[in-house]
């Protein structure tokens, strides 16, 4: 976005038109472009601050800018919060501090069944399954999977293949699983494990150590000695499991709380808040967030409001925030409890254990961001030195403005071919931005024909003038390749000079690549130690990874169809009940002769011949 002149805004109008109550309040520059959204009390006093007190630099930039405001009076503060963050995501004010909108946490899902299943679940949840969390990040659930399957015992395995067991898998082997699919647990049992792994999470580990303990007892007392070993192998490994959660909390008053831990780090111009999650007095782990737009950001205060405005937009936070700012945690609690009905308990100089709490998280932002601005400086050095290298032109002379999009093509032996295209731009891959092509109507294993398609395809809507050419394309192969990306080129009128072609280089090592041009210039070998070839190959390697995962994909899902279909003397009405009776393809691969011949229509010669076609047995 072009920047703006300074102008002469007088805002006595606007302020002396303003009431004094709650709303929301939006700056536009000279062109309509919003410069920022704000949310008020009282939109008279702070609409009114930005002109009578002396901001900061970025907030004076911001002033200087302002051609309109313009202002929406809201019933309350709560109501306006709402607002305020629908205009930040519809407008994306330049100025204001925005964080990414990552609602979909995992959570631990224990199923409706008779014998629950513990699984990794993300998404809405519903009333049919018991969920624990939210947790951080998908590690943190399979962690917890991992600990509950050494304590309780749970399955981890799909309905389909839970009901066609006919003997213990793997895990009951290794005292990971009760085996309920054979029936070594009666149903009460596993309830009860259940409900104890239930109690576990939420922090009630001395209830469940005793329960344990007397259970083992008891079996001792009426000399069940086997029973009673098993039940001490539990308690063993929930001995081991408590060991290793050093920062659980030990008991008192943070014993059974939900919390989040907020902790807002300050370096280098940029911002990092770290957001650790405690459940049932449980700490599950933390994620760092990286605002956009927080350049000079000097307040954690600004930054910390800004993200609990964003982060809890649309769903409540838990019974207790602690945060590492100067926060005015009476008119956020007011706010809370106003919205969302729910009593929140905000501290700032929090003790004991949340003390703890808040200081790991103060120092995983602080790590978190150091990483951040070491990682950034490494990138754009990279960035720069590709630009040096092949000479690019890039708009205004500045390497974040350098757009490249890298090709590859993949397939298994000329089936499912996909090509791929990723994006690199402002010193990072831009995941929003990749595309897949599936390539249709060529010769399998054509990798020529495949890439033509796929560049035709792309780059027509620039010959079109309908988007613009970005500064580099590189093309992961030889010559070959490139040849037929420059025939492309030249067919849709667009400069070939942009081409560049990625070759492996002698026996395939990497940091031996050459960079192969469409012109006469000879190949290049940049070297193990260039910057800007680890940054080549880091493109191309996003490249290949997203065009194999494609095609995985599509081979996967073209194989599933198939493989049914193709099945002899099965139509499509009996195709569809052995799909239904057994959940689809795997439920069906998992199921004996026994149960295929109890498919309506399925006589036993019949199940027969479709297990050996679906296992790649001889027929009769």
């Known amino acids: 976005m072009a920047d703006t002149a300074p102008v002469a805004f007088d805002p006595r109008p606007v302020l002396e038109g303003l009431p004094g109550r709650p709303g929301v309040y939006r700056m536009f520059d000279t062109q309509g472009q919003p410069l920022y959204v704000g949310k008020a009390r009282d939109l008279k006093k702070r609409v ?6 002396g901001p900061g630099p970025r907030i004076a930039h911001m002033v200087a800018r302002i051609a309109r405001i313009e202002t929406t009076v809201t019933r309350s503060e709560a109501e306006a919060l709402l607002l305020e963050n629908n205009l930040i995501k519809s407008l994306a004010p330049r100025y204001n501090i925005l964080f990414r909108d990552d609602k979909s946490y995992p959570y631990l899902k224990f199923s409706h069944h008779a014998y629950p299943r513990i699984a990794y679940y993300r998404g809405a949840v519903d009333r049919k399954a018991q969920y624990f969390g939210p947790f951080p990040n998908a590690w943190a659930v399979k962690d917890s999977i991992r600990e509950l399957q050494k304590v309780f015992r749970l399955r981890t395995c799909e309905d389909t293949v839970f009901s066609h067991r006919s003997r213990p898998c793997l895990l009951h082997q290794i005292q990971r699983c009760s085996a309920p699919c054979v029936k070594l647990i009666d149903e009460a049992a596993y309830a009860q494990d259940v409900d104890r792994a239930l109690r576990f999470l939420r922090g009630q580990t001395r209830e469940v150590t005793a329960e344990l303990e007397a259970k083992m007892q008891a079996y001792a007392e009426q000399l069940k000695f086997e029973q009673a ?31 989040d831990i907020i902790a807002v780090a300050l370096d280098g111009g940029q911002a990092c808040v770290n957001l650790a999650m405690v459940r049932g007095g449980r700490h599950l782990g933390d994620k760092p967030y990286f605002p956009l737009r927080a350049e000079e950001a000097s307040d954690p205060l600004e930054v910390l409001e800004a993200f609990l405005s964003q982060h809890y937009a649309e769903e409540a936070p838990p019974p207790v925030l ?45 790590l978190a961001l150091a990483r951040r601005l070491a990682e950034e400086g490494s990138q754009q050095a990279r960035t720069q030195a590709l630009v040096d290298v092949l000479g690019l032109e890039v708009d205004e002379g500045d390497p974040a403005r350098l757009r490249v999009e890298c090709f590859d093509v993949s397939h298994t032996t000329g089936e499912a071919t996909q090509a791929s295209c990723v994006v690199y731009a402002s010193h990072a ?22 890439m033509r398609q796929v560049l035709t395809r792309r780059y027509s809507v620039v010959a079109r003038g309908e988007a613009a050419l970005p500064n580099l394309v590189l093309i992961d192969g030889g010559k070959g390749q490139v040849e037929v990306a420059r025939q492309v080129f030249e067919e849709l009128g667009l400069d070939p000079g942009v081409l560049v072609g990625v070759a492996k280089g002698e026996e395939r090592k990497v940091g031996l690549e050459e960079l192969v041009f469409p012109d006469d210039r000879p190949p290049l070998v940049l070297g193990r130690e260039s910057q800007a070839l680890m940054l080549v190959a880091q493109i191309r390697d996003e490249a290949h990874r997203f065009a194999i995962t494609g095609m995985r994909a599509r081979r996967a899902k073209t194989r599933n169809t198939s493989q049914v279909e193709d099945l002899e003397g099965i139509g499509p009405k009996r195709r569809q009940k052995l799909l239904a009776r057994f959940g689809g393809l795997r439920g069906l691969l998992a199921a004996s002769v026994e149960d295929i011949a109890q498919v309506d229509g399925v006589s036993r010669k019949l199940a027969d011949r479709i297990y050996a076609q679906l296992h790649g047995q001889p027929g009769e």
């Open 48 to 53: 009114s601050s930005y002109f009578n007190r």
């Open 229 to 259: 070993a098993a039940v001490r192998d539990q308690l063993g490994s929930l001995s081991r499991v408590l060991h290793q959660q050093s920062v659980e909390a030990t008991g008192g008053a943070t014993q059974d709380v939900d919390a």
């Open 322 to 366: 602690v945060v590492n700012a100067d926060l005015d945690a009476t008119a956020w609690q007011r706010l809370f409890a106003e919205r969302d009905g729910v009593k929140v308990s905000i501290l700032r100089q929090p003790q004991a254990q949340r003390r703890r709490w808040l200081e790991m998280a103060e120092g995983n932002a602080k």
């Open 429 to 450: 891959m831009q995941p929003k931005e990749y595309r897949r092509f599936n390539i249709s109507d060529v010769e399998p294993g054509d990798d020529y024909a495949a």
